[in-house]
């Protein structure tokens, strides 16, 4: 069983940087596929990036493209979420997502099979 535990989330003013974090346990982390989802009040849950097992493949949504930055460190079991130039717009709790089950999981949240609780993050304006 994969447990993501995510931290770091916070109140940031509009146009600062913030990063989160996602601490995962229960698997080889290399056989991890992750992504980090956000979802505002009143709006579905959306996928913010992704990153495939080897760290290769990345995919991020056009509304925070040139913005933010995902990665992953084996030797510390975590992925990160870098985030600069933050809008009122990206106000919304951040969750950690993986899967086991493909190398790279994508937009859809259905692919993922695991779920950190949610961080939240605030952009003031």
């Known amino acids: 069983q994969v447990q993501l535990v995510e931290s770091g989330g916070g109140l940031v003013q509009a146009g600062g940087s913030l990063s989160v974090s996602c601490a995962a346990s229960?698997?080889?982390?290399?056989?991890?596929?992750m992504g980090w989802f956000r979802q505002a009040p009143g709006k579905e849950r959306e996928l913010v990036a992704a990153?495939?097992?080897?760290?290769?493949?990345?995919d991020y949504a056009d509304s925070v493209k040139g913005r933010f930055t995902i990665s992953r460190d084996g030797a510390k079991n975590a992925g990160y979420l870098q985030m600069t130039s933050l809008k009122p717009d990206d106000t919304a709790v951040y969750y950690c997502?993986?899967?086991?089950?493909?190398?790279?999981?994508?937009?859809?949240?259905?692919?993922?099979?695991?779920w950190g609780q949610g961080t939240q993050v605030t952009v003031s304006s």
């Open positions: 997502a993986a899967t086991t089950s493909r190398f790279y999981g994508g937009r859809n949240s259905a692919n993922y099979d695991y």
């Open positions: 229960g698997h080889t982390f290399r056989n991890l596929a």
């Open positions: 990153i495939g097992w080897s760290g290769g493949s990345t």
